[in-house]
Each structure stands twice: as structure tokens, then as C-alpha cells.
């Protein structure tokens, strides 16, 4: 790899599968020394243990500020400082707002945007004190296009992403920059959770892949690559973006 995150130091939240684990692994690849962070220590904890070297595994409740300010102490000192944050764990509980419950709404909500919120802003003064870094967001291409029968999961992604743009506003004059990635359908375990619950999930899975006018689902692998880039000092005069990374879903077949 070309070391283009070398020096940097990186958390990364719900980094025990998909897209949160393959970040984790390419940003360690690149020369950032990784805090993989998930609400399920195990997975956490095999994520570092994959990268290998002084990766850290952390045990974090997203939703917790308590568990936050715990993981942000251990990660302090383990590595002495944090230059980026990628926000990206989350959860898609499906229904319209007549199926949804309001114990559902409020752990979508608060797991895919208050969580956002509260890493970023424990992290923000560490961030101001290495004389500024970058945060980051897994949106979504439901933050500007309605998904039928997920209301909840449209709703906390579109808050996502101007909650990202208000942090690029606020972060200029410290030196943060924060920029989201819209994903496509990806290939992870919360997509297939997705399938699952339609009437037929292997129907839902192939015509959500033709969608896709590059023809196929995207990989977590595209969506850390994005990551790496707005991570990186290529990307130094990059803040409040959408970086769209979705196989030309919404300028094709869907959204138009």
C-alpha cells in the first residue's frame, strides 16, 4: 500500500463486520494505527487481532456516552492521540411508520444518528488538540432518496448527513474537516438482514444487484476505499461532501 494514512491514528465504530471491518483493515494497511471498535467485544477485539501490530479492540456502545468517554480513555492511552473518526456503526429495522414501534424508531434513531453525535463530540477536543483530523459518516443513498417500508432507517440517514455537513461548518476554524459516503445496497450482514425480511429474499437480493447500473452489489471494499480518501491529506481540502459510492444507483435506474 502507499502509507497514504502513515502516522495518522483511527477509531472506527462498528468495525466488527462489513463495512466498519474492512475500513478498519485497509486504514491499517495504509499506516494508521487502528482502535476497532464494536458493541460486541469478541468481533471487535478479531478485527484488531487481524490487523495485528498495536491495533486496539474495543467493546463500545455507540448509544452510551459513558461507554464513549471508557473507549476514548483506552484508546487515549494506548496511542497518545486521534487524528480521525469514522462513525459508522448502525442498525436497519424495517417497516413504514405504522409498523414501526416507538421503542424501534428510537433505537434506529439512536444508534444510526445520536451515536454520531455523541463520538463525535468526544472526540472533537482531541481531534482540536493534534490540530484538527477528520471525521466521517456512513450515510447512505436513503438520506436523499425515500427506500419503501424503512422510514426510520431514511429518516436517521438523512439527519446523518446534514448532521455531517453542521460539523463541517463548525470544524473549519479548528482544523476538522467531516464528510460523509453515500453508500449503494452493500454487501454486508445488515444487507442481508434487509433481504431476509422481504417475502422473498432472494428475489430482494437480485433485483436490488440489477438496480445497480455497474451491475452487481457494491463491496465493503469500495466503501473503505472512499474512507481512505477522505481520510487522507489527498483529500485536505475536502469537508461537508457526500461522496456518492453506489454503482450509479441514483443516477440511473433509481432516483434518476
Known amino acids: 500500500m502507499s502509507g497514504r494514512l502513515q502516522g495518522k491514528v483511527a477509531l472506527v465504530t462498528g468495525a466488527g463486520s462489513g ?16 482502535a476497532a471498535a464494536d458493541l460486541n467485544g469478541d468481533t471487535a477485539r478479531a478485527t484488531a487481532a487481524e490487523i495485528g501490530g498495536d491495533a486496539l479492540g474495543l467493546e463500545l456502545n455507540v448509544t452510551s456516552a459513558a461507554s464513549i468517554a471508557a473507549g476514548l480513555d483506552a484508546l487515549l492511552a ?42 463525535s463530540k468526544a472526540a472533537w477536543p482531541h481531534l482540536v488538540a493534534r490540530g484538527g483530523g ?3 459518516v456512513t450515510a447512505s443513498i436513503c438520506s436523499t432518496h425515500a427506500l419503501q417500508n424503512d422510514a426510520a432507517y431514511c429518516a436517521s440517514k438523512a439527519g446523518a448527513a446534514m448532521l455531517t455537513q453542521c460539523m463541517a461548518l463548525d470544524g473549519a476554524k479548528v482544523g476538522i474537516r467531516a464528510n460523509c459516503v453515500l453508500p449503494g445496497f452493500i454487501d454486508t450482514p445488515m444487507i442481508h438482514g434487509y433481504f431476509n425480511d422481504q417475502p422473498d429474499p432472494e428475489a430482494s437480493r437480485l433485483g436490488a444487484a440489477a438496480m445497480h447500473p455497474l451491475g452487481r452489489l457494491g463491496s465493503p471494499r469500495d466503501i473503505a476505499d472512499a474512507f481512505v480518501y477522505l481520510a487522507s491529506d489527498d483529500a485536505r ?4 461532501t457526500r461522496l456518492v459510492v453506489d454503482g450509479g444507483l441514483t443516477t440511473g435506474l433509481w432516483g434518476g
Open 134 to 136: 477528520s471525521i466521517l
Open 19 to 34: 463495512i466498519g471491518k474492512e475500513t478498519a483493515l485497509r486504514f491499517a494497511a495504509e499506516g494508521a494505527r487502528v
Open 237 to 240: 481540502w475536502v469537508t461537508g
Open 78 to 119: 494506548h496511542f497518545g492521540g486521534i487524528d480521525v473518526v469514522v462513525n459508522n456503526a448502525g442498525v436497519t429495522i424495517v417497516g413504514s411508520i405504522m409498523d414501526l414501534t416507538e421503542e424501534l424508531w428510537d433505537r434506529e434513531l439512536d444508534t444510526n444518528l445520536k451515536s454520531i453525535f455523541l463520538v
